[in-house]
T-cell receptor, first 115, second 115 residues
Framework: DAGVIQSPRHEVTEMGQEVTLRCKPI?????LFWYRQTMMRGLELLIY????????DSGMPEDRFSAKMPNASFSTLKIQPSEPRDSAVYFC?????????????FGPGTRLTVL | AQKITQTQPGMFVQEKEAVTLDCTYD???????LFWYKQPSSGEMIFLIY??????QNATEGRYSLNFQKARKSANLVISASQLGDSAMYFC????????????FGTGTRLQVFP
């Protein structure tokens, strides 16, 4: 079975450009999470969806960041305009809620570099 | 205040020995969950083990076990019979309430296993 798929795996862009990160969750999973990992801040949750509906976006740093989940098999995280401080690894994760145990399966991540 | 604290930035262990990675947490909700993830140098996040706050026994998964001391709010990961492939970053995470699916991660511990 395919795991969580993220694209691109690496992205290098210049300050001011729009960046779109993509995620395909594991089929059948009803939760999708976007995380950002940096040396300074560690791994932090940006936003998560349940059944395609955003539940908690309190971690989204500012209005430059937006996330959508138009259907159960696709989500995007967009940064517009991008800034050098957005450079990080962005992870997408998905899970299927069964009980209090809600294991999240992570994708391989997208390494974003903003010059 | 930190909700998840990992006080060991780095640990060394000899192959075949056991090692304990520390994690303390803070939540006022009686219903919570604790997770450990492994992140090898390749970057992916790999789920290792889960402990629910109401679980009576310490969780075990193969060579991994979780030393759960509820009164002390600690959830240490024990890796038995360390292998060279265990060298990685290890993250403790908490789902601080059953009312949320948000995970809060610690800063991680880098484990190095030497021959």
């Amino acid at each position: 079975d395919a795991g969580v798929i993220q694209s691109p795996r690496h992205e290098v862009t210049e300050m001011g450009q729009e960046v779109t990160l993509r995620c395909k969750p594991i089929s059948g999973h009803d939760y999708l999470f976007w995380y950002r990992q940096t040396m300074m801040r560690g791994l932090e949750l940006l936003i998560y969806f349940n059944n395609n509906v955003p539940i908690d976006d309190s971690g989204m740093p500012e209005d430059r960041f937006s996330a959508k989940m138009p259907n159960a098999s696709f989500s995007t995280l967009k940064i517009q305009p991008s800034e050098p401080r957005d450079s990080a690894v962005y992870f997408c994760a998905s899970s299927l809620w069964v009980s209090s145990y809600n294991e999240q399966f992570f994708g391989p991540g997208t390494r974003l570099t903003v010059l | 205040a930190q909700k998840i604290t990992q006080t060991q930035p780095g640990m060394f262990v000899q192959e075949k020995e056991a090692v304990t990675l520390d994690c303390t947490y803070d939540t006022s909700d009686p219903s919570y969950g604790l997770f450990w993830y492994k992140q090898p140098s390749s970057g992916e996040m790999i789920f290792l083990i889960y402990q629910g706050s109401y679980d009576q026994q310490n969780a075990t998964e193969g060579r991994y076990s979780l030393n759960f001391q509820k009164a002390r709010k600690s959830a240490n990961l024990v890796i038995s019979a360390s292998q060279l492939g265990d060298s990685a970053m290890y993250f403790c995470a908490m789902r601080e309430s059953y009312n949320t699916d948000k995970l809060i991660f610690g800063t991680g511990t880098r484990l190095q296993v030497f021959p």
